[in-house]
């Protein structure tokens, strides 16, 4: 009796086990089949689905493009094309970090640059969705120091402040400036408390890109979160969107560990600004930034009026034929019969970088390099040939003054 329990136990047992590794394989399979080419957001989006034929037209036509203007020995970094989220092209090149051999892969964050600043004014129009911040509202409401009393957070996220730039203190205060110190969002302020450093023209006059704007609005955001600017990016926008590979740098703890920048073989050194926030410092990598795009299309994330505020031209209104023009975080091009491109590029170090939302065909396209290079601009000339079927002038695309010099 004893023998026929143990064997009927033992059974049992094998068959169960049997059982659940039918079920773990199953869940296996399943997981094998999952589409690893669709990104997704936790949104409600329609999107239609994207058909063979458009892709495979899509992805010759990028494929022959890419190479050829993109993809050389000079270019290191990440591009990606995406329909609805359905990956079109995708490619990774190059070293993270040349001294390990570490390789660029979907997964390596790589230095967005002046990219951050699009993500940046969206933390703001997300606390103006909130009721938190207004656009119209002084700066002085929540930084009552700042000595520019008519500044709004309009005017910083449109660049038409006047702010003096951060990266002209050295000149105007000369031996005064420490050039050793590395600074904090809470230093540029203070310089211009201290300092009255004068504008460069009076609030909302006209436009001048400038970097300081965007550290500001750093400020406010942590003002208005109560959280820094690290962690704030988190709650706002980040985790919401299962951005996983997204992050703010930490100057203090990052540094050996980020994916660095290249000119030529030559890693760019820290300098004094690099602990600054809000106008660059977040890393991301372009399936991160397709899933950003895709947060756009659903009033769940950011409702359709403040991103039409945000894809406003608010300095060329006055102009018969404008070429370019800035919203809230965003540049725009005007192609030939005045259909808009809106885009945001980047450069510091030896990241240039490139984010492209086509709005009118669902489609984002990022070029991300850490090798400096004006290779990933191309993607503006791609983007209106290829999905909007017109040509730019080249010399409207914005590049660093030093291109490749064949190192």
């Not at 004014?121 to 009552?144: F, G, H, R, S, Y």
């Not at 400038?210 to 942590?222: R, W």
């Not at 926008?237 to 703890?253: D, R, S």
């Not at 403040?306 to 800035?326: C, M, N, R």
Request: hydrophobic letters at 35%; one cysteine or more.
């Amino acid at each position: 009796m004893k023998i026929t329990l143990i064997s009927f136990f033992l059974t049992g047992l094998v068959y169960f086990s049997d059982s659940y590794t039918r079920m773990e394989k199953n869940e296996s399979d399943k997981r094998d089949w999952r589409d690893t080419t669709l990104i997704t957001v936790p949104f409600t989006i329609k999107f239609g689905k994207v058909s063979e034929s458009y892709i495979n037209e899509k992805k010759h036509q990028i494929d022959s493009f890419y190479n050829k203007f993109i993809n050389s020995p000079y270019y290191s970094g990440s591009f990606i094309v995406a329909k609805n989220g359905k990956v079109i092209y995708e490619d990774y090149k190059g070293y993270s970090d040349a001294r390990t051999g570490k390789k660029i892969n979907a997964n390596t964050a790589i230095h967005l640059a002046s990219v951050s600043k699009v993500l940046t004014a969206t933390a703001i129009l997300k606390l103006v969705q909130e009721d938190n911040v207004m656009l119209d509202q002084k700066v002085t409401d929540w930084l009552p120091r700042f000595p520019y009393k008519k500044t709004t957070i309009r005017t910083l996220l449109n660049h038409r402040s006047g702010l003096p730039h951060y990266s002209n203190f050295p000149g105007v205060l000369k031996k005064s400036w420490n050039r050793k110190k590395v600074l904090t969002n809470q230093d540029v302020l203070d310089v211009m408390i201290k300092h009255k450093i004068k504008p460069i023209f009076a609030d909302n006059a006209r436009f001048d890109y400038c970097n300081t704007n965007y550290v500001i609005l750093a400020l406010i955001i942590e003002k208005a979160t109560g959280q820094n600017y690290r962690d704030a990016m988190q709650t706002l926008i980040f985790k919401p969107l299962g951005m996983k590979n997204t992050f703010v740098f930490n100057y203090e703890t990052d540094k050996d560990t980020v994916c660095k920048s290249y000119r030529g073989n030559t890693i760019f050194p820290w300098d004094q600004y690099d602990n600054l926030y809000g106008d660059k410092n977040i890393y991301s990598t372009p399936r991160d930034l397709v899933k950003f795009d895709l947060a756009t299309y659903s009033p769940d994330f950011i409702k359709p009026e403040l991103l039409q505020e945000a894809y406003f031209g608010y300095s060329a209104i006055q102009v018969a034929k404008p070429i370019k023009d800035y919203g809230l975080g965003m540049r725009m091009r005007f192609l030939p019969g005045g259909e808009k491109m809106i885009y945001h590029n980047g450069w510091w170090h030896g990241n240039n970088t490139s984010f492209v939302p086509v709005k009118k065909d669902t489609v984002t396209v990022i070029c991300l390099g850490n090798k400096y290079s004006n290779r990933p601009y191309a993607t503006l000339n791609m983007v209106s040939g290829i999905f909007m079927k017109k040509k730019i002038d080249t010399s409207l695309v914005p590049i660093p003054n030093e291109l490749e010099l064949g190192e």
